[in-house]
């Protein structure tokens, strides 16, 4: 009997430490910037593609097991030498900046795996190659790095479009030449900007002469007004020297008919007067 017990006793013990230890080690974080999905290995279909776990810690049973990826954005940088229009070798580093769509992780799960970064390395490497393959080495080099990012980006939409991955952006970061070729490059773009300092300089010089010419002209027509100006007060004063009664012509040039052009301090007073005309 009391064999009994004990077995049932320990048979109870060690249900209790399964359970106990199940319940343990069935709790799973899914992490800030990660998103997850349960597999479940006994079920039909086993991944349900829209039973999507945020971050935070959950309740998983033994047998299953929870599969998460980030969806934060990623940068992946490519170091490649491809051939430009002219079959110039032309080695660049491109970085390309994208994330997994979120609430899709169990879809690209289920059409990539943890592949889904070969697809991306296959297409960026591809339309890489495809777009600077139209251009000179000089166009890549100097002045159509713009352009190409935003060719390169637009291929890499399309092929990530339908493949659950957001393309955020594509950057040359950098473009290495043949040594021979980077040099004439080199040497042009300085004598470009050598001779943009030289018309600007000449601009510059061209301005200031106009100016001072300008300014010559103003002050000559300042002078001429200024004499013209002493010369009619010099003979107006000659005019009232030689005739008192010049004043009083004055007076009455600049009447205006109303009251009196003596103004209201004067012996004739402030009335408008009238001028017969005898016949």
């Known amino acids: 009997m009391e064999t009994k017990q ?24 899914v992490k800030p910037g990660e998103q997850g999905f349960v597999f479940r290995p006994y079920n039909s279909p086993s991944i349900d593609e829209n039973d999507i776990y945020q971050e935070g810690t959950y309740f998983i049973l033994p047998w299953n097991s929870m599969i998460t990826y980030e969806i934060v954005n990623k940068s992946k940088q490519y170091n490649q ?19 997994i769509e979120a609430n899709n992780v169990a879809k690209i799960h289920v059409k990539h795996r943890e592949n889904y970064t070969i697809f991306i390395d296959d297409k960026a490497r591809g339309a ?5 393959g139209r251009y000179t080495y000089e166009q890549v080099y100097s002045s159509k790095r713009e352009a190409l990012e935003g060719e390169i980006e637009a291929i890499l939409e399309s092929d990530f479009d339908g493949n659950f991955l957001n393309l955020n952006y594509v950057e040359i970061a950098d473009v290495n030449l043949p040594p021979s070729i980077a040099k004439q490059i080199e040497e042009k773009e300085t004598q470009k900007q050598r001779n943009l300092t030289a018309k600007e300089k000449q601009l510059e010089q061209e301005y200031l002469a106009n100016a001072k010419i300008e300014k010559a002209r103003g002050d000559s027509a300042l002078i001429v007004s200024a004499k013209f100006k002493s010369e009619a007060i010099r003979l107006e004063a000659e005019q009232i020297a030689r005739n008192p009664q010049y004043i009083e012509l004055k007076k009455w040039e600049k009447w205006d008919g109303v009251g009196s052009p003596y103004g209201s301090n004067n012996v004739f007073g402030d009335k408008s007067i009238s001028i017969l005309k005898s016949n």
């Open 128 to 132: 890489i190659k495809d777009v600077i």
């Open 81 to 99: 030498q491809v051939m430009d229009i002219n079959g110039t070798d032309v080695t660049l580093v491109v970085s390309v900046n994208y994330n």
């Open 6 to 29: 004990m077995v049932r006793y320990v048979a109870i013990g060690a249900v209790i430490l399964i359970g106990l230890f199940i319940f343990l080690t069935s709790w799973v974080d």
